[in-house]
Structures are given as C-alpha cells and as structure tokens.
C-alpha cells in the first residue's frame, strides 16, 4: 500500500491516480496530520509519497513523527519547492521537484520499493 499525502487535490489525485494505474493499492491524505492517523492504522502501508510543504504539519516533520512508530518505512518527497526546509530535514529520502511526470514518478516509486 502507497500513501500519497499532498494538500494540492490536483497534484495528490494525478498521483494516486497514475499508481493505481500501474496496480498499487493508494490511499491519499490532504496534510500531515490525516497521514500521521493513517500510518497508525494501516499495517500494510509500504511506501509514503508525500509533499514537502503542507499546513498543519509539513512532510519532514510527518515523516519524523511516523517513523518512531515505523522506522523502516520508505519515503519519497514531491514538491515545486522545499521553502525555507534545508535539504538535510529531508534525510536520505529521495526529492522530485514538481512538475514530475508519471514516466519519472514511476521508476522512482519501483526504485524505491525494490530497495
């Protein structure tokens, strides 16, 4: 199960959508709060997709805060812009600027997962 988390409805559906395309099970969340209870409920979630600047609570700290519980959990962040979120906040985990295309977002997702 993928978890795409975007607070842009547009960017976050075109997402899921080009996912469950390709066969994954997707599940969206509009911040990073809705995702945050999301992972506490979902035991087979194995990849989050998540946007780096959100209201309420932005991809790095939702990220920080899921993984106490699953330290193991693969991550891959979307965004046209980190703002003032220093690179380092985002670890390891790799970044793909907006606009992506399905074709890029695809083999990074498989790259990911097969990790």
Do not use: W
């Amino acid at each position: 199960m993928i978890l795409v988390v975007d607070d842009d409805a547009r960017v976050r559906d075109a997402v899921a959508g080009a996912l469950s395309a390709l066969g994954h099970q997707v599940i969206t969340a509009c911040d990073g709060k809705e995702a945050l209870n999301i992972c506490a409920r979902e035991p087979d979630l194995q990849l989050v997709v998540t946007d780096v600047m959100m209201p309420r609570l932005t991809g790095p700290d939702f990220v920080a805060q899921a993984q106490i519980q699953r330290p193991h959990l693969r991550v891959i962040y979307i965004s046209g812009s980190i703002g003032d979120t220093p690179r380092t906040a985002l670890g390891d985990h790799p970044l793909l600027a907006k606009p992506f295309t399905a074709a890029t977002l695809t083999q990074l997702v498989q790259q990911t997962l097969a990790a």
